[in-house]
């Protein structure tokens, strides 16, 4: 298998990327997933998938949510935040000190009850494909959450890995440099990738699959 070199963006982003899924891909994909061992649900719309994760998990749970678009545009990250029946893990981190409070950040980000995200690219063959600059959403992806909630517009299924590594290359990088260059006045790169093939843990990991075009 070969796999794109994933640096910094060096065209506008492709469009075709964007695309949502055929109902027949849609189907592939969910059984690839299934028989891995992820949990997946397949909603109409964002305000169907912002439901349906704030129903996957159980007053006062302790939540962190990963920086995504996807998660901002269907008002995930601003439910989490606001909610008076759960503790969100990220305005505590945000106030905290990062120079004196650096090490409680990291376990706090890396081992929530529950972790909430989105993925870069979903192969047809039921695997997962999650870029990242800093690393920072990938241990508890992996490991370090308790139960992991991920979210995604089916625009983001694609044949293989191949093709996953192409989507995040000339689609996802582009877009998030922009953003970051916006926001932070610096741009973005991938320097951390997390391909995950199945998850071994039974009801650990859910898939929400959004019939829609979301996020990048």
Same mark, same amino acid.
């Given at each position: 298998?070969?796999?794109?070199?994933?640096?910094?963006?060096?065209?506008?982003?492709e469009?075709?990327?964007a695309?949502?899924?055929t109902?027949?891909?849609?189907?592939?994909?969910v059984?690839?997933?299934?028989?891995?061992?992820?949990?997946?649900?397949?909603?109409?719309?964002?305000?169907?998938?912002?439901?349906?994760?704030l129903?996957?998990?159980?007053?006062?749970?302790?939540?962190?949510?990963?920086?995504?678009?996807?998660?901002?545009?269907?008002g995930?990250?601003?439910?989490?935040n606001?909610?008076?029946?759960?503790?969100?893990?990220?305005?505590?981190?945000?106030?905290?000190?990062?120079?004196?409070?650096?090490?409680?950040?990291?376990?706090? =980000?890396? *081992?929530?009850?529950? @972790?909430?995200? +989105? !993925?870069?690219?979903?192969?047809? %063959?039921? $695997?997962?494909?999650?870029?990242?600059?800093?690393?920072?959403?990938?241990a508890?992806?992996?490991f370090?959450a308790?139960?992991?909630?991920?979210?995604?517009?089916?625009?983001?299924?694609?044949?293989?890995?191949?093709?996953?590594?192409?989507?995040?290359?000339?689609?996802?990088?582009?877009?998030?440099?922009?953003? =970051?260059? *916006?926001?932070?006045? @610096?741009?973005? +790169? !991938?320097?951390?990738?997390?391909? %995950?093939? $199945?998850?071994?843990?039974?009801?650990?990991?859910?898939?929400?699959?959004?019939?829609?075009s979301?996020?990048?």
């Amino acid at each position: 298998m070969s796999m794109t070199t994933l640096t910094r963006p060096s065209v506008e982003a492709e469009p075709r990327w964007a695309d949502v899924a055929t109902d027949d891909q849609i189907t592939s994909t969910v059984a690839a997933l299934r028989e891995r061992g992820f949990e997946v649900q397949v909603v109409a719309d964002g305000d169907a998938a912002r439901e349906a994760v704030l129903a996957l998990i159980p007053d006062g749970s302790e939540v962190h949510q990963a920086s995504s678009t996807t998660l901002d545009e269907i008002g995930v990250t601003n439910a989490i935040n606001t909610s008076s029946r759960l503790t969100a893990v990220r305005p505590r981190m945000f106030a905290m000190d990062r120079a004196t409070q650096g090490a409680e950040i990291r376990k706090l =980000a890396s *081992a929530p009850a529950y @972790m909430v995200g +989105s !993925v870069h690219a979903i192969t047809q %063959t039921g $695997s997962l494909v999650t870029a990242s600059k800093t690393g920072s959403q990938l241990a508890p992806y992996a490991f370090g959450a308790g139960k992991l909630i991920l979210v995604a517009g089916t625009n983001k299924i694609v044949s293989d890995l191949d093709q996953a590594f192409q989507r995040i290359d000339q689609h996802s990088l582009p877009l998030e440099d922009a953003r =970051a260059r *916006a926001a932070y006045g @610096m741009g973005s +790169s !991938v320097d951390k990738v997390l391909v %995950t093939h $199945s998850e071994i843990v039974p009801g650990r990991t859910t898939l929400i699959l959004i019939r829609e075009s979301l996020g990048y």
